[in-house]
């Protein structure tokens, strides 16, 4: 089985900061790239994908994710946090052609005003 | 449209006793999946049906079972319940294979 790895725990920054969330993943093969973001008491929502093309991806509310196929790695990016993407991030994967996804075990962001 | 329904939003059960978790959802998608959320693990798969009639296991299908009753419903049951089996419950739908998968609002479960 995959595995799906998110480097920080708790990451805390004041607005207008960056953000740079980590993600690395096991499986060799080909594969499909997900991050879900999770707000207060709501339930998972996508914020973008990769399935092939351009490795630089860009989602809603201004993240991009960039697709390093050597580094195994699809990490997520915003040049400047609001209050308001306070929320869990997840890092998912899944092998092409496969139903299943693998979670990472998520990024709590909290962003002060 | 409602997107993925589940029912209920918050349960708290006796060890031993059983429940099912209800899912529906309303946009044609051909797989539905269970998972569970615990601190610091992520979501990990419980059950899933690539499609109406099949079922398969998971990452974590011990003290599971799911019925895919048509294309609309996917239910979990707990047979006997265990301290363990607290957790958040997220079903969710995909159109088809690669696609983005839906979510649920989640079942908040503890079993005392």
């Known amino acids: 089985a995959q595995s799906v790895s998110q480097h920080n725990h708790h990451v805390i920054l004041s607005e207008a900061a960056s953000l740079e969330l980590g993600c690395n993943y096991s499986y060799g093969g080909t594969v499909n790239l997900f991050w879900y973001v999770q707000y207060p008491g709501q339930h998972l929502q996508l914020l973008l994908k990769y399935f092939s093309g351009d490795p630089l991806v860009k989602g809603i509310k201004g993240f991009e994710a960039e697709f390093i196929k050597s580094k195994f790695s699809f990490n997520l990016r915003k040049p400047s946090v609001q209050w308001s993407d306070t929320a869990e991030y997840f890092c998912a994967v899944t092998r092409a052609n496969d139903y299943k996804l693998s979670f990472g075990a998520g990024t709590t962001v909290t962003v002060r005003a | 449209n409602a997107g993925v329904t589940q029912t209920p939003k918050f349960q708290v059960l006796k060890t031993g006793q059983s429940m099912t978790l209800q899912c529906a959802q309303d946009?044609?998608?051909?797989?539905m999946y269970w998972y569970r959320q615990d601190p610091g693990m992520g979501l990990r798969l419980i059950y899933y049906?690539?499609?109406?009639?099949?079922?398969d296991k998971g990452e974590v299908p011990n003290g599971y079972n799911v019925s895919r009753l048509n294309k609309r419903e996917f239910s979990l049951r707990l047979e006997s319940a265990a301290p363990s089996q607290t957790s958040v419950y997220f079903c969710a739908s995909s159109e088809k294979v690669r696609g983005e998968q839906f979510f649920g609002p989640g079942t908040r479960l503890t079993v005392l």
């Open positions: 049906s690539a499609s109406e009639g099949t079922t």
């Open positions: 946009m044609n998608h051909n797989s």
